[in-house]
C-alpha cells in the first residue's frame, strides 16, 4: 500500500533555530495536512494545503510557521524560531479528495532544546 | 476545544473477549467519523469509518456504532487479540470538512 514518507524521524535543535521537516505525500494525493501530538496530549490539527495555498489553520499555526510544496512531490513544514513548546511528534497526513481518510505518515519527533 | 471527547485513557481487556471503546462528541455539524489506531512511533493508521446516515458499520472484528442523537460513537472489537494494544483515537469531520478533529485517545491492552 501507498505510504506518507517522513524525513527526518527525529530532530533535536536549539531554541531559536530554524527547523524544516519533510513530506512525501501519497503520490496522487490532493490535500495535504501537518497535525502535531505532544506528549500524552491529543493530536492537534495544524494546517492544511490545497492547490498550492493554505486552506485551513489553527490558533497553533502562527507567523513562526510556514508550508511549501516546492515540487511535485514534498511538502515542508518550517518552525523560522523553535521554542521548547514546539517539541512534539509532527506528523504529515494527505487524502485525495475531501471525504476520503487521511493516510498519515510516521512522524517526525522535534526536540527542541 | 473538546469537541470529541474520549474518557477512557485506558482499558484492558482479556484476549479474546470483547473490547469497546467510547467517544462522544458535542459539534452537531460533525457528520463523518473514523477510527484510528496508533503504535508508539508510528503514525495513527486507518481503521474503521461511519457516515451520520448510518448507524452501523463492520468490518471483520472491528463494528463502529453511532447515535446521532446521543452524540456517541463505540468501538467494537471482537475477538479481541494482542496485537490490538494500541491506542485508538477517534476522529470527526464536518460535511466536506477539510480537517479531522481527534479525541484524546484511549490506550488498549489486551492480555493473553
Known amino acids: 500500500e501507498p505510504e506518507v514518507t517522513q524525513t527526518p524521524s527525529h530532530q533535536v535543535t536549539q531554541m531559536g533555530q530554524e527547523v524544516i521537516l519533510r513530506c512525501v505525500p501519497i503520490s496522487n494525493h490532493l490535500y495535504f495536512y501537518w497535525y502535531r501530538q505532544i506528549l500524552g496530549q491529543k493530536v492537534e490539527f495544524l494546517v492544511s494545503f490545497y492547490n498550492n495555498e493554505i486552506s485551513e489553520k489553527s490558533e497553533i499555526f502562527d507567523d513562526q510557521f510556514s508550508v511549501e510544496r516546492p515540487d511535485g512531490s514534498n511538502f515542508t513544514l518550517k518552525i523560522r524560531s523553535t521554542k521548547l513548546e514546539d517539541s512534539a511528534m509532527y506528523f504529515c497526513?494527505?487524502?485525495?479528495?475531501?471525504?476520503?481518510?487521511?493516510?498519515f505518515g510516521s512522524g517526525t519527533q522535534l526536540s527542541v532544546l | 476545544d473538546q469537541q470529541v471527547k474520549q474518557n477512557s485513557p485506558s482499558l484492558s481487556v482479556q484476549e479474546g473477549r470483547i473490547s469497546i471503546l467510547n467517544c462522544d462528541y458535542t459539534n452537531s455539524m460533525f457528520d463523518y467519523f473514523l477510527w484510528y489506531k496508533k503504535y508508539p512511533a508510528e503514525g495513527p493508521t486507518f481503521l474503521i469509518s461511519?457516515?451520520?446516515?448510518?448507524d452501523k458499520n463492520e468490518d471483520g472484528r472491528f463494528t463502529v456504532f453511532l447515535n446521532k442523537s446521543a452524540k456517541h460513537l463505540s468501538l467494537h472489537i471482537v475477538p479481541s487479540q494482542p496485537g490490538d494494544s494500541a491506542v485508538y483515537f477517534c476522529?470527526?469531520?464536518?460535511?466536506?470538512?477539510?480537517?479531522?478533529?481527534f479525541g484524546a485517545g484511549t490506550i488498549l491492552r489486551v492480555k493473553s
Open positions: 461511519i457516515s451520520s446516515i448510518k
Open positions: 476522529a470527526a469531520r464536518t460535511e466536506y470538512g477539510n480537517k479531522l478533529v
Open positions: 497526513a494527505s487524502m485525495w479528495q475531501i471525504n476520503e481518510k487521511l493516510f
